[in-house]
């Protein structure tokens, strides 16, 4: 399949209240598909018996995964066997039970963390399983290293179009902002924006500051992912990124400026830093002609919009 023709196509995204979910609910509203959201509320993903019910009922021609258990670096290294056994079971209950429910059509998102964490950069695809994971994060890589292996499984076994998907760190509106679960961007926006309300002086990062990320707006990941479930029918999973990265000392002096806090960074060499880069290359989507279409200023102030409409409440 090269071309799997959304008209007419009842899309299943699971974890549909979350940041990328949204996103995708988002962008397939301008699709000639019907878009069905399948979250915590309709049926516990955990659950086998529940996962099949629910896939029986709605009888998608298609599933998106983008429900997962998803973290900061903190909430990842403290919270190891939710980050495991979560994922792990969200990914099975749903890739198996596609396959129970006859849904020949299905897209499962991992992570960049799959990828080891001394890998050679730009990071290609064929990294995956050459060398040891990143700690702070290997329980969660674990349980996306194992749903890419179960969507080649039911390739090769059943025949199914099944894909993964590999993005990028990713930011946006619907992102957490709690300063002891979320991811680096949030964080450092929440950060910057009482830092500048309180007067303080100072912004403390986590870590050195030096290590080195890639990050991609949700909006673009959502146009990715619809491009490459129409477009992208291989055993080997796919990376999503931007193809550029910057140290997370760049990343603050840029939330900084846009958030309006003058003051002076200060990192906080105690906590940890994670793997030192990521950069995933990003050439086989681009041969596929997609790119990213938000620029990370662009992205940071809009994502700043939507916490200043949405989150703070003072
Ligand atoms: O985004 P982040 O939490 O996760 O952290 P990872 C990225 C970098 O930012 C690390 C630093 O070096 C952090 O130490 N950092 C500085 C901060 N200040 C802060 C802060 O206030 N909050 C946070 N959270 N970080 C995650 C994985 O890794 O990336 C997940 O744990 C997943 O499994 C996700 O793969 C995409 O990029 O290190």
Request: net charge negative; glycine share 10%; hydrophobic share 40%.
């Amino acid at each position: 399949m090269d071309n799997f023709d959304l008209s007419g196509k009842r899309i299943m995204v699971a974890g549909h209240r979350g940041m990328v979910g949204s996103a995708l609910m988002r962008r397939l509203e301008g699709e000639p598909c019907e878009t069905i959201g399948a979250g915590r509320e309709e049926a516990d993903l955990m659950r086998a018996e529940e996962t099949e019910a629910l896939l029986a009922d709605i009888k998608p021609d298609a599933v998106i995964i983008a429900a997962a258990k998803v973290g900061g670096i903190l909430a990842n290294d403290s919270r190891p066997a939710d980050f495991l056994y979560d994922n792990l079971m969200i990914a099975a209950n749903l890739i198996h039970g596609a396959n129970r429910a006859d849904v020949d059509r299905l897209l499962f998102l991992g992570s960049s963390c799959i990828y080891p964490k001394h890998a050679d950069q730009p990071i290609k695809e064929s990294a995956l399983l050459t060398g040891p994971l990143e700690p702070t994060n290997q329980w969660y890589a674990i349980a996306k290293i194992a749903g890419i292996k179960l969507v080649e499984s039911y390739r090769l076994q059943y025949g199914r179009a099944y894909i993964s998907a590999m993005p990028t760190n990713l930011y946006g509106p619907g992102d957490n902002f709690d300063l002891e679960t979320s991811h680096v961007l949030p964080a450092l926006i929440r950060k910057a924006h009482e830092a500048k309300l309180a007067g303080a002086k100072t912004l403390e990062l986590w870590g050195t500051g030096t290590p080195k990320r890639e990050f991609l707006h949700a909006g673009d990941c959502a146009d990715a992912l619809v491009h490459l479930l129409r477009h992208y029918d291989a055993d080997e999973h796919i990376n999503v990124g931007s193809g550029e990265d910057l140290s997370i000392l760049e990343l603050a002096g840029l939330v900084c400026e846009t958030v309006g806090f003058n003051g002076e960074i200060v990192t906080d060499p105690s906590k940890p830093d994670g793997t030192p880069r990521k950069l995933m290359s990003a050439d086989r989507l681009r041969e596929m002609g997609w790119s990213p279409s938000i620029g990370l200023r662009e992205g940071i102030a809009a994502t700043y919009d939507w916490y200043l409409e949405n989150v703070v409440t003072t």
